[in-house]
């Protein structure tokens, strides 16, 4: 069974930092692109990060460019993102997800992060 479990989210002040962790099972995790998507409260999904099987090919929304980096230990099978400068729109729910064929197929529950001072 696959599982993706976020973790990491929580309440920060604006120009601070956090990082995510999403921990995989279930599946060859190494041989799997993954990527972030967040959803801010009353809008729709919006794509955050993408990071390939391939080393190094990694690929942000334009609103996080500059701003967030995404990286993966696949010795741990788990994901990361790290966020830096955080602004007040950066609040959402964050979401790690699986590639496969072509499309997103697995998603996790989710981690709640809150930028507010």
């Known amino acids: 069974e696959v599982q993706l479990v976020e973790s990491g989210g929580g309440l920060v002040q604006p120009g601070g930092s956090l990082r995510l962790s999403c921990a995989a099972s279930g599946f060859t995790f190494s041989r799997n692109d993954m990527t972030w998507v967040r959803q801010a409260p009353g809008k729709g999904l919006e794509w955050v990060s993408r990071?390939?099987?391939?080393?190094?090919?990694?690929s942000y929304g334009d609103s996080v460019k500059g701003r967030f980096t995404i990286s993966r230990d696949d010795a741990k099978n788990t994901l990361y993102l790290q966020m830096g400068s955080l602004k007040p729109e950066d609040t959402a729910v964050y979401y790690c997800?699986?590639?496969?064929?072509?499309?997103?197929?697995?998603w996790g529950q989710g981690t709640p992060v809150t930028v507010s001072s």
């Open positions: 990071i390939n099987i391939v080393v190094g090919s990694t």
């Open positions: 997800a699986k590639w496969g064929l072509g499309t997103v197929d697995y």
